[in-house]
């Protein structure tokens, strides 16, 4: 690790670091190859998802990262320790990815395909858990014989029990050991100090502290020694089988049922769920859809956003044909036309929607600052404290040195500070996620809980799902009404739904138009014939008087087509805000929409009219907030002229995953007509940080007591190997119970 210039690992693992078992043997990668093949997501890039053994604390994350940023061709990496899951985006052409599985793997990681991985490593901890176990019971028999009276005077027999219980105790060492001293020797091997290492110690110390004892004729303790390694192993079973299950939980919690999109049939757009959708579908994206499933382009080129999947911030132009992957987001101005290539499960946004995007920067981090920290030095300490603990009772009672030392050694553990921060994290994530509210940014959590107002867009957000168009006067027909219909359905904008939400009846969807959505004014498409228009009249009308509450279709200029717009306030929306403030929060609304409209809603979800401003620019959005603790704010909108305030606020959400035209920045995207979103996120912020408190102290409280126990000769290895384990298992039942099920029902 020191030749290879890695030494900062030691620095994070607090001179220890986190090795993770033998070394294994060069395994076969057969399904590497297909697994590169349909991760394809551009000429020159590849996503692959694998998942890794052995991730236990910020070292191992820093180390593997590490190594992959060495590499030339290297895009992108995403390490989940809850889930044991990372998400690789390279070069395949610069980089090799089993020359990285090779350096990873020697280091005593092990990666296979995502939820394939074999469970062979629990049914041999669970063979090696039950073989001890009954070795223990047998030692406890033999050992009752001995407390009950069995003496040396009682001649072969006594003999013979001590006999076989130092065979016992032996063989339970050299069956359930392996499972802690692997891990230990890696460490070592590796210069990196191991978690398993100060138990491995205490195993070794407590069988060969008893066989010195009967050498010299005194009272073993070799059931004790059985009992202790029997007692460690079931603790590591448990704490496994408890982060499975919520393994398990993570990834079946998908959120599919919120993911819609428009499909296109006959002529006719229908709104479907995007589970749904099969092979030879033909699909209509607006400006700034979530591209549900793998598509192939049709008709025109098109560019679309990749940031979700390879992390690029620049669009990425597709030609007519290629094939752009589940997880883009439609970055022009037109609408795009495509054909489904793979259904919903095959395409793999699902696995985007469990897993936030983690930016290495720090701004955004799952939670990790805590948890990190206590990682750095952990086990170092334990092995000053054993030192200190057998050089005090050197000096008080020599006999009680392997007792003490043990003990120390052992009750100490930190194991569920490494899984139970991530895994609330998580937890929380998945929370949200069923309430339809689709976590984007890692650093979510960490600067909801420091919001001090929410600022609402308007139209399409406190509106959303309430906005009614109604034609005003005669409406175009024939061509032109096709042309219209397509206009208005190639939009994500509310007004442009409810527009062609009153013109579904009759009208065909017309795929070869070519339409223009110009932020904050309208649509446009020209044809050979002439030049459309959809929107408000000052832009519709070529500069002609503006008319309030309308959205006007024009060809040329002229007025072909009138529509009021009637907005009812979303349902809920006054509820949520009313909530808001009684948690503290101060709401507002910015909007561009005329201020009397703008006041009639404030005054319909309460809102003091001195919070309340219209015939805002985007960039007057933006200075708004930048002029009252951007960094306290939140923004939340939805539509593209929402763009400039969603980069200056410190948390940005959008309302509907499947039509978001705020990808790049939007931390959090949420579905469905009713309103509780943007409560709900901060009370899972502020839930979380308890949780992760609560945890903190905790185990703080449990090492404070354990060790003085310990120092005071109180503690002997069996508690030790009852505790050790137990606190484990508290700490992620304590956060699977707060922000698991019942929590998130």
């Given amino acids: 690790m020191e030749e290879g210039g890695l030494q900062r690992f030691y620095a994070l693992g607090g001179g220890r670091g986190q090795a993770v078992g033998s070394v294994p043997e060069p395994r076969r990668r057969d399904w590497l190859e297909d697994l590169e093949r349909r991760g394809v997501i551009a000429s020159d890039q590849v996503r692959v998802e694998l998942d890794v053994q052995g991730i236990h604390c910020a070292a191992c994350v820093w180390l593997l990262q590490e190594l992959w940023g060495r590499r ?7 390490l989940n320790p809850s889930l044991g899951q990372v998400t690789l985006v390279y070069d395949p052409k610069r980089l090799p990815l089993a020359a990285y599985l090779d350096d990873v793997e020697r280091l005593g990681y092990r990666l296979a395909p995502a939820s394939k991985q074999s469970r062979l490593g629990d049914r041999a901890l669970l063979t090696r858990m039950g073989i001890c176990i009954a070795l223990a019971l047998n030692a406890m028999m033999f050992a009752l014989a001995r407390y009950v009276g069995l003496s040396a005077t009682d001649g072969a027999l006594h003999t013979l029990f001590r006999g076989l219980s130092l065979a016992l105790a032996a063989a339970a060492v050299v069956v359930g050991g392996p499972e802690f001293f692997r891990g230990a020797l890696a460490g070592v091997r590796h210069r990196v100090l191991h978690l398993d290492l100060p138990i491995s110690l205490g195993i070794v110390l407590a069988f ?3 066989a010195a004892v009967m050498l010299r004729g005194g009272d073993d303790y070799f059931d004790t020694v059985t009992i202790f390694v029997a007692l460690m192993l079931v603790g590591r079973f448990l704490q496994r089988r408890a982060v499975s299950r919520n393994r398990d939980y993570l990834l079946a919690n998908d959120g599919a049922e919120h993911l819609w999109a428009q499909r296109l049939r006959g002529g006719r757009l229908e709104r479907v769920p995007a589970a749904a959708l099969a092979p030879g579908d033909h699909l209509v ?22 940031d979700w999947i390879s992390g690029e911030s620049e669009p990425r132009a597709f030609a007519v044909g290629a094939v752009v992957p589940a997880g883009a987001f439609h970055a022009g101005r037109q609408s795009a036309l495509l054909a489904v290539e793979a259904g919903l499960a095959e395409s793999g946004l699902l696995r985007l929607l469990a897993t936030p995007r983690r930016d290495t920067a720090g701004r955004h981090s799952a939670g990790g600052g805590e948890w990190r920290a206590l990682n750095r030095i952990y086990v170092g300490l334990v092995l000053l404290l054993s030192a200190v603990a057998a050089v005090v009772w050197a000096i008080a009672d020599p006999a009680r040195i392997l007792d003490v030392t043990t003990s120390v050694l052992v009750v100490t553990c930190p194991c569920a500070l490494g899984l139970a921060i991530p895994l609330a994290f998580d937890l929380a994530v998945a929370g949200l996620r069923r309430r339809g509210i689709f976590v984007r940014s890692a650093g979510l959590l960490d600067r909801a809980r420091r919001v001090q107002r929410v600022a609402f867009d308007k139209t399409g957000t406190l509106t959303w799902g309430g906005l009614v168009a109604q034609a005003q006067g005669p409406v175009p027909s024939g061509a032109e009404l096709d042309v219209l219909f397509t206009m208005a359905s190639s939009s994500s904008h509310p007004a442009s739904r409810a527009v062609a939400a009153a013109l579904a009846s009759g009208p065909s969807f017309c795929a070869d138009l070519s339409i223009d959505e110009l ?52 349902h809920g929306v006054a509820a949520e805000l009313a909530e808001l403030e009684t948690m503290g929060l101060s709401t507002c609304l910015l909007s561009g929409d005329r201020q009397r409209k703008v006041a009639r809603t404030a005054a319909a979800v309460g809102v003091p009219q001195s919070r309340a401003h219209g015939d805002l620019s985007p960039a007057q959005k933006a200075d708004w907030i930048a002029a009252h603790g951007a960094a306290n704010t939140m923004m939340v909108g939805d539509g593209l002229n929402d763009a400039p305030a969603f980069e200056v606020a410190g948390v940005a959400g959008t309302p509907a995953l499947d039509r978001p035209v705020l990808p790049d920045r939007a931390d959090f995207f949420y579905t469905g007509p009713g309103a509780g979103a943007v409560s709900a996120v901060v009370k899972q912020s502020r839930l979380f940080h308890r949780v992760v408190a609560a945890n903190l102290w905790g185990a703080a409280f449990y090492n404070a007591v354990a060790v003085s126990l310990c120092f005071a000769g109180l503690m002997t290895p069996l508690w030790c190997a009852v505790l050790m384990p137990t606190s484990s298992l508290a700490l992620l039942g304590h956060t699977a119970w707060r922000l698991g099920r019942w929590e998130t029902t």
């Fill in 72 to 78: 030339d061709g290297a895009v992108r990496i995403d």
């Fill in 208 to 210: 060969a502290g008893s």
């Fill in 285 to 306: 994206l607006a400006a700034g859809d979530l591209l549900p499933v793998r598509a192939r382009l049709l008709r025109r080129p098109g560019s679309f956003s990749l």
């Fill in 519 to 570: 932020p904050g004014r309208g649509l446009q498409c020209r044809s050979p014939q002439a030049v459309y228009r959809l929107g408000a009249a000052d832009f519709a009308t070529l500069g002609g008087a503006a008319a309030d509450s309308a959205c006007v279709f024009t060809r040329d200029g002229v007025v072909l087509a009138r529509f009021a717009l009637r907005e009812d306030v979303r």
